[in-house]
């Protein structure tokens, strides 16, 4: 099966509803909206010549994402099998407390963010925030202060095109950082091989590690559990104002119900699963690879397992690149993070749960592929490290699962023609 067009990247269950087609395209071509599944996707409105679909498929995540160089962390770096680039590895948060509290988890990036806009080393941060229209959404966010990258922070598990905004950015000559999703990266990253101006205009990439994004079906059983529609909520707030924080929605008429990380993500008693869009299920780099610097949480730890239990934010802080190890030390300097060591076997520890993903994608996208589906074209993400760290049994189970799933239709996605 071959892809013509941005519905066939959809339907195949490639989209990861990042919006970068539609900042390369014109919103009047082709524009981010929902399907019926509750996913953000792209929908062609006009015709799409023939170059900008070519480029689109330069750049979309959806098809092809290519890994680090191997050299990119550096002389005094070294290239983990599994977890990458790493050029300097901290646990941290925001030295201002309030940032700390408000964040997500310690405020790391929301502190960089700030940090890249006070010392002029940016004058924009493209990110993302709470949508106006639907609490529950995210819309793109264009930070050009300090107070409106406060503003961006948090995490954002639904549906929220980061990217729609890049062209213009890049059009008005804004020097700019991005913060975003690792997908969102490896699009920034495409868009470089194709567009000269990435260099010198987006000078730093920023990330997170990333669980998958959820649908917007899923997400508003959590409203409906507590008697609220989804269209009666005027805030809905999936973790911060505290570690992890809860799961807080507010509505029009002044109801507010909360639930904690636990139940959000691990409830067994409650009305949703976990409806992670395809496109996270075979990711080969939720763990920012590419970025300059990707901050997961450094969650406080009891016997080998993340702790949620409310503690002050802390993240783990990667520097995937010299730039971005150097954008932490400066910002440590400034007074803006505050850093301490933080061993690498405790980190393999912390985050495992990444494992699977970094070790189980070239048998997925197999699958896919013998089931006669679309795949990513997957470049530089160490094919063999991750074979050899999967093994033989964890490949066949990953190589079976895909192709089982991909027979099934369970890669298939609702998009606008259907
Ligand atoms: C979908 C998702 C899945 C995650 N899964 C994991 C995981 O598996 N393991 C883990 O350790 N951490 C995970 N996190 C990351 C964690 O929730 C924190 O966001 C991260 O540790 C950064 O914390 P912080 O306090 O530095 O972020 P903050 O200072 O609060 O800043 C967060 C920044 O990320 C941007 N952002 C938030 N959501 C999105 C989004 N959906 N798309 C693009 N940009 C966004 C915000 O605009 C803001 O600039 C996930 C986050 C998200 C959004
Ligand atoms: S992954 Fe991004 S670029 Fe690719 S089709 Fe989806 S929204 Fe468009
Ligand atoms: S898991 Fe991968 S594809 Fe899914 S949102 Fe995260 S980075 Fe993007």
């Not at 010392?119 to 300090?146: M, Q, R």
């Not at 570690?243 to 691990?266: A, C, I, N, Q």
């Not at 610097?293 to 239990?309: A, K, R, T």
């Amino acid at each position: 099966m071959r892809i013509s067009n941005l519905d066939d990247i959809v339907e195949a269950g490639l989209c990861a509803g990042c919006g970068i087609c539609e900042s390369i395209a014109g919103r009047d071509v082709v524009e981010m909206d929902l399907t019926r599944d509750g996913r953000i996707r792209p929908r062609t409105k006009a015709s799409l010549d023939h170059g900008t679909f070519q480029q689109i498929m330069q750049v979309c995540p959806g098809v092809t994402v290519t890994g680090p160089a191997k050299g990119q962390a550096g002389p005094s770096g070294a290239m983990h099998g599994v977890f990458g680039p790493m050029a300097s590895l901290n646990r941290g948060w925001a030295s201002d407390e309030n940032t700390r509290f408000h964040a997500a988890a310690g405020g790391a990036l929301t502190a960089l963010g700030i940090y890249l806009v006070r010392s002029g080393k940016v004058d924009t941060v493209l990110h993302i925030k709470a949508s106006e229209t639907n609490p529950i959404l995210s819309d793109a966010w264009i930070s050009t202060t300090e107070q409106d990258v406060f503003d961006g922070a948090q995490s954002r598990y639904g549906p929220g095109a980061s990217l729609t905004h890049v062209h213009k950015l890049l059009d008005e000559g804004r020097i700019f950082a991005v913060i975003g999703k690792p997908c969102d990266i490896a699009a920034i990253r495409n868009l470089g091989r194709v567009d000269d101006r990435v260099e010198t205009q987006i000078p730093y990439c920023l990330t997170i590690f990333c669980g998958g994004t959820m649908s917007l079906n899923m997400l508003n059983r959590m409203p409906e559990y507590f008697g609220a529609a989804p269209e009666d909520l005027n805030l809905f707030r999936y973790r911060g104002e505290g570690w992890p924080g809860t799961t807080h929605m507010e509505t029009k008429d002044g109801r507010s119900f909360d639930l904690t990380y636990d139940e959000s993500w691990y409830g067994e008693d409650v009305p949703w699963t976990y409806d992670l869009q395809f496109r996270c299920k075979i990711c080969p780099d939720a763990i920012g690879e590419l970025a300059d610097v990707s901050c997961p949480d450094g969650w406080i730890m009891e016997n080998g397992e993340p702790l949620h239990e409310e503690a002050p934010g802390a993240n783990l802080i990667i520097g995937r690149t010299p730039k971005g190890a150097e954008l932490v030390r400066e910002a440590e300097a400034a007074g803006a993070l505050t850093l301490e060591p933080y061993a690498l076997a405790d980190f393999e520890i912390m985050h495992r749960d990444h494992k699977p993903r970094k070790t189980g994608w070239p048998g997925r996208m197999l699958g896919l592929r013998l089931a006669g589906q679309p795949a990513m074209q997957v470049r530089g993400y160490r094919r063999l490290a991750a074979l050899m760290a999967a093994g033989p049994r964890y490949f066949l189970a990953s190589l079976f699962g895909g192709l089982r799933r991909a027979r099934a239709g369970l890669n298939r996605e609702a998009g606008f023609r259907n």
